[in-house]
């Protein structure tokens, strides 16, 4: 196998206990950081090159969401490394029981071509911080980008426990045949499959994995919202990146009269936000690559197009479109779009819009829109997927402090702050015992005695308090 032989050097270095102290970890993260403040513009410069993005939606995504994890990571690891003390019972007060956050080992970070920096580094921030060592495979479709890191991020870090590996579908299939102690994987359109074929190869080795896949995830928009507020917040999470997000509203629902209403403020908000003509703002981005954009052109025979639906295949530009009427049988609904394509579905109620998400895949974001609490927590309460928002789009991932992370179809595991630190520890249940104080020992040794497990269960046994209620 290629890659044995590096698998093998990081695992010496991290059984030679180098990750572990904070003041490494401390050190490596700071190199993170040095690396987005001194690379920005070439990171800028290659995602415009690989898929037009523009630099307002690069710098924040690719950036400064970065700079934020990394910053809330260095301001709380050395609260997060420190030892959790838990509740003992009346044998062991005298004892320490505690978890210990143990890193994994040597781990493996998959990332994909659609936010081609952000999507390997905040994972990797997770491993450093936990004291792992990393694997980094960047996409080979955003090339441009997988380029800048695979040449540069070594300059940065230590490159005896972290290494970049770069190469298509059959060198991510040979570096799927070593031993990981984890593999993080994330996806983009059509992930499933391949999030199979993942667990499948860390399955031969019991390697654990978080696995990100994204999913149709719905829209639901009730009678009672401000029309104009929902189309402004829509258009830009479903048109952020080209359309190319996995937690974007893959689809609208609501009643045909408030698709009637939304139609003209949607288009509004579109000639707002990139012009009369879209293909001519810089604020628009573009296809990765022409597989994608054919692929994507094809959903377009799906209902009707009532806004946009020009395409450009020279530039893999695809207009911003809204597709009305569009039925459950049609092929924009049989897979995740992934691209800057907006179908409605009609529903009577909210009713049948919650059994329309309930009968497919969990996704990994549900949206709600309503001037009514109370409508959103129904959305909230009677579905299941991997996120919520109630009355907007994508805003959930900016917060540190939420969990990303999908459910069933859409992924498992989770990541962001703190869980990508939890992520990649082993919590480690530890109890250290007094070697006096014997006496205390005596009731649980033979010979047993009726006497011996009256003081047992007196020492060992929970009670019930009282019922808790939900407020």
């Known amino acids: 196998n290629p890659y044995a032989g590096l698998v093998s050097h990081l695992r010496a270095s991290w059984l030679s206990g180098k990750t572990r102290p904070m003041e490494y970890r401390v050190a490596q993260l700071e190199a993170l950081g040095r690396f987005l403040d001194d690379k920005k513009q070439e990171i800028l410069e290659a995602t ?21 994890e990394l910053n809330i990571t260095l301001n709380n690891l050395c609260h997060w490394m420190k030892d959790e003390h838990v509740d003992k019972n009346l044998v062991m007060q005298l004892d320490s029981a505690f978890i210990r956050k143990d890193p994994y080992g040597v781990v493996l970070i998959i990332a994909p071509w659609n936010y081609p920096i952000h999507l390997f580094l905040v994972p990797l921030i997770g491993a ?38 770069t190469g298509g579908m059959p060198e991510t299939t ?29 399955a031969k080795h019991l390697t654990p994995v978080t696995l990100e896949l994204g999913g149709k995830n719905p829209c639901y928009v009730s009678d009672t919202c401000d029309v104009t507020n929902v189309a402004r917040r829509v258009v830009w999470g479903r048109f952020f990146n080209a359309g190319q997000t996995c937690i974007a509203p893959d689809y609208l629902l609501c009643t045909v009269e408030m698709q009637d209403k939304l139609m003209p403020a949607l288009r509004e908000a579109i000639t707002e936000f990139f012009g009369p003509n879209p293909r001519e703002s810089p604020d628009f981005g573009r296809i990765v690559n022409d597989k994608q954009f054919r692929r994507i052109r094809a959903l377009l025979c799906s209902g009707r197009v ?12 695809i207009a911003p479109t809204v597709l009305a009427d569009v039925l459950p049988s049609d092929p924009a609904m049989q897979e995740e779009i992934f691209g800057p394509i907006l179908p409605i579905v009609v529903i009577a109620n909210m009713d049948e819009a919650i059994d329309f998400i309930n009968a497919r895949p969990r996704p990994l974001a549900v949206y709600a829109f309503s001037c009514d609490s109370k409508v959103v927590n129904q959305v909230l309460e009677r579905t299941s997927s991997g996120g919520f928002c109630g009355n907007d789009t994508l805003m959930q991932v900016t917060l540190t402090s939420l969990p990303l992370g999908g459910i069933g179809n859409s992924g498992l595991g989770k990541y962001h702050g703190k869980f990508t630190f939890d992520t990649f520890s082993h919590h480690r249940g530890c109890l250290h015992r007094n070697m006096g104080l014997e006496t205390l020992n005596t009731p649980r040794y033979p010979p047993y005695t009726q006497q011996k497990l009256g003081l047992l269960t007196t020492t060992f046994e929970v009670k019930r308090r009282g019922t808790c209620t939900l407020l």
């Open 48 to 68: 415009e090159l690989d898929m037009g993005k523009p630099s307002f939606e690069a710098f924040f995504s690719e950036i400064l969401l970065c700079k934020n």
């Open 128 to 165: 450093i911080a936990a004291g792992n060592c990393a694997i980094i495979k960047p996409s080979e479709i955003s090339k441009h980008t997988e380029r800048l890191v695979a040449e540069t991020l070594s300059c940065y870090l230590d490159n005896d426990c972290f290494a970049v590996v």
């Open 174 to 202: 040979r570096l799927l045949e070593n031993k990981f102690d984890y593999i993080f994987f994330t996806g983009t359109s059509c992930s499933p499959p391949v999030g199979r074929i993942v667990m499948t190869a860390a």
């Open 306 to 317: 009532a806004i946009g639906g020009q395409t450009d295949e020279a530039e893999r530009y």
